[in-house]
């Protein structure tokens, strides 16, 4: 059970940060480690207008077998009886024995046989949900090419793991979504608990918080931050400004970099800039008018305010900003 649980939690991780091609192949990677098999295709697809049947394949991945079997099954699939007994629906994984399955003289099951043979399919582990009420069908066969079919230990494990499979894909898809969306990929939010434990968090959170913390951890706020929250006031740093709200029982926490810039008045700001771009406070003062002190005051105060020390450092942080 425990194996079992720990599997899920990976599964589950892979549908989060897995790439659209990544995905399935480590997901039946993952199922090999319980459920002995050297093949297998996960596919998606519908039935037609008639009732349970023909099946439809929109998408599938193959595993350890070659491409073409898509094609070659969608040729024979009208009269496989596996694939009738697929779209009436199963209430438990069909472990078939092609061999015996598709024995016998009759032009159908004698394709079946040929098509089994070319693949090397000498046993299946069927089991997903069937198309229905317009929504596609969903479904993973497993294939041995050996003469040991599968066991109910196999049908089993396949049965438990269907749902969270099933559902995973759900989320690889909105996961992927969201990574093609340019305003969720900056949001840097987080949910925390009362005790400043971080729950979940968006990357941008935790590298906004890092700027200004660079040892910190990835699972609990920095106590200067958590102390902020605690109050019911806003953090902000030289780095980052965090702001929160109560959420029942959490923390719906928002992080932003510091905008240092805005602290400059706009006569510092414009000194600071022509500074870093190269000239003098003697140029400076010309081209805007003032006293070369009142540039160099403004130039020690601008250097204050940004915590730089220097021209090059003034220039990095005003290209920062």
Request: net charge positive; aromatic share 6%.
């Amino acid at each position: 059970m425990h194996a079992f649980s720990r599997a899920m939690v990976e599964l589950y991780s892979l549908a989060e940060q897995a790439s659209y091609q990544e995905f399935p192949e480590a997901a039946l990677r993952l199922l090999r480690r319980s459920v002995g098999f050297d093949g297998a295709v996960l596919g998606l697809g519908e039935s037609g207008p008639a009732p349970q049947g023909p099946l439809q394949i929109t998408q599938a991945h193959v595993h350890q077998r070659d491409e073409k079997i898509l094609q070659a099954y969608g040729a024979v699939a009208a009269e496989d009886p596996v694939t009738g007994q697929f779209l009436r629906g199963l209430s438990q994984p069909l472990a078939v024995d092609c061999q015996a399955q598709y024995s016998g003289r009759q032009q159908v099951t004698g394709a079946m046989a040929d098509f089994s043979k070319a693949f090397h399919l000498r046993h299946l582990l069927l089991f997903g949900d069937r198309p229905v009420a317009g929504l596609p069908g969903r479904w993973l066969v497993l294939y041995r090419s050996s003469d040991s079919g599968f066991g109910a230990e196999d049908a089993d494990y396949l049965h438990a793991t269907w749902a969270h499979l099933s559902r995973a894909i759900v989320i690889h898809r909105n996961a992927l979504l969201d990574r093609q969306d340019s305003a969720r990929a900056q949001r840097a939010s987080a949910l925390v608990n009362a005790q400043g434990g971080i729950e979940t968090a968006d990357p941008q959170f935790l590298t906004l918080l890092r700027l200004q913390w660079a040892e910190m951890g990835s699972r609990q706020l920095p106590l200067p931050l958590l102390d902020a929250l605690k109050r019911g006031v806003s953090f902000r740093g030289q780095q980052v400004e965090v702001s929160a709200r109560r959420q029942e029982h959490l923390w719906v926490c928002s992080a932003k970099p510091v905008d240092t810039l805005a602290a400059l008045t706009p006569g510092e700001s414009a000194v600071a800039r022509r500074y870093a771009a190269g000239l003098s406070s003697k140029e400076i003062a010309r081209e805007l008018g003032v006293a070369p002190n009142t540039v160099r005051t403004q130039i020690t105060r601008a250097y204050a305010k940004l915590q730089v020390h220097d021209k090059a450092a003034l220039a990095q942080r005003l290209m920062e900003q």
